[in-house]
């Protein structure tokens, strides 16, 4: 049994997109849905630096688009989807609830909402690796932060003010090994981001939106989503609202996965996999190098 999972912000590079763009058809979808949404997402994903990826409306549209990419490539039909943060979105528009050109529409009001709350005032994350959750959140709470991600395998990633991300560099929780700084520009999943949740409830009466076609596994409880409006409203809360990322792995346990492919760019999920779910096979899909070794194990997992 296969799941195709879709990462979140934090996990671009660079020329990320560049190896992608030269697949057949690639680079003629990419600019068509560069037009649809306002934003050049070759040169984003090709050529701008760390700096520029970094900014929250450039980060999520780029991650969809790849996500897309990568999947139309890969041409497999998974047996459940699930999405890190704004790789939900990807994973909505693979179970077929909303088609790409909505997903990228719908990420770019996301990405823009969610810059726009993060100016407001100075925020970010931080990843903990490490150290028993019954400890590590609470610590968080005192601090004044919010365990954002509680992602399974010792990791939770924590948000807030940058003063109270540099109090938790300072005080660390017991059990910690590290406090990893993460690559964006907010505190994602928190109440810091209740604005883009207006926005985004308001932009939803424009979607048409269908039931899942495969299995949606939810970030917000690792729950399986039946409807299409369901799936909807869940992508428009989760801006606020904790991921919870070891209830999907859970999940994905239950239901008897036995093959994890994480679109590009590929990476933290898989790895998160690795430690969680022993005897599941894992692969990233990092370059279009992958797909042969991707589509192999596929023809072994798919279908259950």
Request: no cysteine.
């Given at each position: 049994m296969l799941v195709l999972v879709a990462p979140g912000q934090g996990a671009q590079t660079p020329g990320f997109l560049t190896p992608w763009l030269d697949l057949p058809g690639a680079a003629d979808r990419i600019a068509a849905w560069s037009d649809a949404i306002g934003l050049d997402l070759a040169h984003y994903g090709t050529?701008?630096?760390?700096?520029?990826?970094?900014?929250?409306?450039?980060?999520?549209?780029?991650?969809?688009a790849a996500g897309l990419l990568s999947a139309a490539a890969l041409g497999a039909s998974p047996s459940a989807v699930a999405g890190h943060s704004v790789g939900e979105i990807t994973a909505a528009a693979l179970a077929g609830v909303i088609d790409d050109e909505a997903a990228l529409?719908?990420?770019?009001?996301?990405?823009?909402?969610?810059?726009?709350?993060?100016?407001?005032?100075?925020?970010?994350?931080?990843?903990?690796?490490?150290?028993?959750?019954?400890?590590?959140?609470?610590?968080?709470?005192?601090?004044?932060?919010?365990?954002?991600?509680?992602?399974?395998?010792?990791?939770?990633?924590?948000?807030?003010?940058?003063?109270?991300?540099?109090?938790?560099?300072?005080?660390?929780?017991?059990?910690?090994?590290?406090?990893?700084?993460?690559?964006?520009?907010?505190?994602?999943h928190t109440h810091h981001m209740a604005p883009a949740v207006e926005k985004l409830r308001a932009a939803v009466g424009d979607l048409t939106v269908s039931d899942p076609t495969v299995r949606y596994v939810s970030n917000a409880d690792g729950h399986t989503v039946a409807t299409g409006t369901e799936v909807i409203a869940r992508l428009v809360g989760q801006v606020a609202n904790p991921v919870r990322w070891d209830l999907c792995m859970e999940t994905f346990q239950s239901l008897g996965v036995t093959a994890l492919v994480e679109l590009s760019p590929g990476g933290t999920l898989t790895g998160l996999a690795k430690r969680a779910l022993p005897g599941v096979k894992t692969l990233a899909l990092k370059t279009p190098d992958d797909l042969d070794t991707a589509r192999a194990l596929i023809s072994e997992h798919a279908g259950a």
């Open positions: 050529r701008a630096d760390a700096d520029e990826i970094r900014d929250t409306a450039v980060a999520q549209p780029l991650l969809v529409r719908f990420v770019r009001t996301r990405g823009l909402g969610m810059a726009e709350a993060a100016a407001v005032t100075e925020t970010g994350m931080a990843a903990l690796l490490g150290g028993d959750p019954a400890v590590t959140i609470p610590h968080l709470e005192k601090l004044g932060l919010t365990a954002a991600n509680i992602n399974g395998s010792g990791q939770i990633v924590a948000a807030g003010t940058a003063a109270q991300i540099a109090a938790l560099e300072a005080d660390q929780p017991e059990g910690v090994r590290r406090v990893v700084a993460l690559k964006v520009a907010g505190a994602f």
